[in-house]
Structures are given as structure tokens and as C-alpha cells.
């Protein structure tokens, strides 16, 4: 069946560290992968994308990362912020659309 | 910037009533759709509409649940009768022609059921 999910439930860093979520995938024909970040209260905000042709892509502040070989994802954020506490979500975008989100990992940022 | 509204934020509701949550997609989107999220857990997928019709669908989205899209603007979320665990936040979301970044998302409805 379907799955996207993270590795961890919760990531505390220090405010300055950089951060890594990682998160695993189970269908080998997905092609397109994105990140949301939703605050509490919020829904789901769209941060970066990557598409199964690339390995790496770079935002500002933030990198993903592809390993299609073993189906995995990550999300960097460099310099984490105390603006940057979340829940992160990975996502698979179907073929039809719609999202299939992974579990979450809540991004604790310590000043 | 453009954004997806929903309303009302906040939904009471006793249990067997029949609930419409409302939203107001990005205004030059083709596709929409309802999720929903358990407090605490993953976003979900409910039911994708496109040209006036459903064209996906999840397990969850039973009988109970309906969409509509009733003039150029709005996209509804029925819930006929309600259940306690139909508690949860509702999300819609739309997307353009092409789904690059995915769809963009509501604020949210959370349902509360009594």
C-alpha cells in the first residue's frame, strides 16, 4: 500500500544548528516529492519541492535531498530559526494529485 | 498573495447534524480538494474534484461525506451526519494546471463533534 513516513517524532536543536528531518518512502514509481511545514494552527505551507530526476535541490535556507535508492528523503534548514518550529511533513505528489503525506516531525528550536 | 479561505475556523456541532464546512479556493485553480487531519496525526486525503466531478476519492470519504462546487468561487464539504470521530481539522486545498509545489492549503476548519 501506500506509505510516506519520518524517522523521528520530535527534533530539538539549538537555535543556529542546522537541522535535518528525514523521512522514508515506500513507492518506488513516485516522482515528486515536497515538504510542507505547518504551524500550529495552520495548515500545511509548502516549503520546497524535488522531482525523481534530481538528487539535490536548494531553496533558500533549505536543501532536499533524494536517494531513490533506498527511497529516502531529507530536509535541511541551515541556521535553524526560532521561526523554523514546526511540524515538517514529507509528501508524495500522485500522479492524480493528490498528497500522500508522511507522519510529521516537530522541529523544537532552543534559543 | 493569493490564498485558499475557509470558513468558519471552528465548528461545534452535536452528533447526527449535518455540517458544511466552505471554502473559497485561489481563483484561477483547476483542482481542489478536502483533507483532514486527527489531532496530533497526518494530513490525510479525502476526495480530489476537477471539472465538476469527484475524481478520487479515499476510503474515508463514505456516503456520509459529499462536495460541491456551487458557483465559480466557493467548494463545500458536506458531512451528513455526523459522528464524534469525524472530529478533526478539515483542510481544502487547490492547485493550478501544472501541481508544481504541490496545492495550497486553507487555514483550516476544525470540527469539533458533541
Known amino acids: 500500500g501506500e506509505s510516506v513516513g519520518l524517522h523521528l517524532p520530535t527534533l530539538s536543536v539549538q537555535e543556529g544548528d542546522n537541522s535535518i528531518i528525514n523521512c522514508a518512502y515506500s513507492?518506488?514509481?513516485?516522482?515528486?516529492f515536497i515538504w510542507y511545514k505547518q504551524e500550529s494552527g495552520k495548515g500545511p505551507q509548502f516549503i520546497i519541492d524535488i522531482r525523481s530526476n534530481m538528487d539535490k535541490r536548494q531553496g533558500q535556507r533549505v536543501t532536499v535531498l533524494l536517494n531513490k535508492t533506498v527511497k529516502h528523503l531529507s530536509l535541511q534548514i541551515a541556521a535553524t530559526q526560532p521561526g523554523d518550529s514546526a511540524v515538517y511533513f514529507c509528501?508524495?505528489?500522485?500522479?492524480?494529485?493528490?498528497?500522500?503525506f508522511g507522519q510529521g516531525t516537530t522541529l523544537q528550536v532552543k534559543p | 498573495e493569493p490564498e485558499v479561505t475557509q470558513t468558519p475556523s471552528h465548528q461545534v456541532t452535536q452528533m447526527g447534524q449535518e455540517v458544511i464546512l466552505r471554502c473559497v479556493p485561489i481563483s484561477n485553480h483547476l483542482y481542489f480538494y478536502w483533507y483532514r487531519q486527527i489531532l496530533g496525526q497526518k494530513v490525510e486525503f479525502l476526495v480530489s474534484?476537477?471539472?465538476?466531478?469527484?475524481?478520487?476519492k479515499s476510503e474515508i470519504f463514505d456516503d456520509q461525506f459529499s462536495v460541491e462546487r456551487p458557483d465559480g468561487s466557493n467548494f463545500t464539504l458536506k458531512i451528513r451526519s455526523t459522528k464524534l470521530e469525524d472530529s478533526a481539522m478539515y483542510f481544502c486545498?487547490?492547485?493550478?494546471?501544472?501541481?508544481?509545489?504541490?496545492?495550497?492549503f486553507g487555514q483550516g476548519t476544525r470540527l469539533t463533534v458533541v
Open positions: 486545498a487547490s492547485r493550478g494546471d501544472r501541481g508544481d509545489k504541490g496545492a495550497f
Open positions: 509528501a508524495e505528489n500522485s500522479r492524480t494529485g493528490k498528497l500522500i
Open positions: 513507492n518506488s514509481a513516485s516522482d515528486y
Open positions: 474534484f476537477y471539472n465538476n466531478e469527484i475524481s478520487e
